[in-house]
């Protein structure tokens, strides 16, 4: 059987497949759409991570595939009712690279709420801008607003309670009397409530039709005065223009958003030049560690759907 991998995938997870498949593994095949379509013409599964489109047209391509593996948890890059059609199983690394995501989470808030990051520049050049900088913010005792209450989202919420912080959730896919809230010590709240009432917010949803700018210029609005944003889920989830307004104005104290409306960030984009924001290319969930869990796992997965075990 043979096996494309047209992502980075840990050499080691790799090996493992080679042991029992035929696998042709190229991280630049995801830029060589053409050779791409061409290497599935005998493949029994391919393995992807985001930027992969795997369409109708891809899976056209391979009329032999059984699996899908995504290296990660998101699956907008797959088109799922094909998959389905064809009885291609999709298989994402679901919750393999959950620690990455909450600790720059975490990470994130803390340095939004300090807000002495963007200063380092005036420091090395012999400026002391000690007065300007000491009036930073802790995160003990204020609220983490968590939208998405899944595995990344309730890591999230346990780290930051760690921290002395209070929780609240947002997850429509959970009822007010389901007991993940009781059990992780988290308040349930509609959504506009939960904007009000955070100091620091982060998403954790994916990106649909229902959730498409659900942060716009209204939410955006309706957040806490000085609260930071904190966006690893999906680009297209927040307006980016409205978040570059809410900075500007101060109405936000700060964001550090790690996915884009378009990947790699778009010439001229709104957020280029906004102030108090961290921009990172789409690598939360990328540490050394993570890599190796999320790449053993969908290796593993692949390995036992084109056994039929």
Request: net charge neutral.
């Amino acid at each position: 059987m043979h096996i494309v991998i047209s992502e980075f995938m840990d050499e080691a997870a790799v090996a493992a497949l080679r042991a029992d498949f035929d696998v042709r593994y190229e991280p630049d095949l995801v830029d060589r759409r053409e050779a791409l379509a061409a290497a599935l013409a005998d493949a029994d599964a391919l393995v992807v991570r985001n930027r992969t489109r795997v369409d109708a047209a891809l899976l056209a391509a391979g009329p032999r595939l059984k699996a899908v593996g995504r290296l990660g948890v998101g699956l907008d890059n797959i088109d799922l009712p094909a998959c389905r059609a064809r009885g291609i199983a999709v298989l994402p690394a679901t919750g393999a690279n959950a620690r990455a995501v909450a600790e720059y989470v975490i990470a994130s808030a803390l340095m939004l709420l300090r807000g002495a990051y963007r200063h380092s520049a005036q420091v090395a050049a012999g400026a002391w801008p000690r007065t300007e900088l000491s009036n930073g913010l802790e995160a003990e005792s204020r609220t983490l607003g968590v939208v998405g209450f899944g595995g990344i989202g309730r890591l999230t919420a346990r780290l930051a309670q760690g921290l002395g912080m209070q929780v609240v959730a947002h997850d429509p896919m959970l009822r007010d009397d389901d007991p993940a809230w009781r059990d992780a010590r988290v308040q349930p709240l509609p959504l506009d409530d939960l904007l009000q009432r955070a100091d620091v917010l982060t998403l954790h949803i994916p990106l649909t039709d229902a959730t498409r700018n659900l942060l716009d210029a209204r939410r955006l609005a309706a957040m806490k005065r000085g609260a930071v944003l904190i966006n690893t889920a999906r680009g297209g989830i927040v307006d980016e223009a409205a978040l570059a307004d809410a900075l500007r104005s101060g109405h936000l104290r700060g964001a550090a958003i790690d996915v884009f409306d378009n990947e790699p960030l778009a010439a001229g984009s709104p957020l280029a030049d906004a102030p108090n924001l961290v921009l990172t290319p789409h690598i939360a969930g990328l540490t050394q560690e993570a890599n190796v869990r999320v790449s053993g796992m969908v290796a593993q997965r692949v390995a036992q759907a084109l056994k039929g075990l």
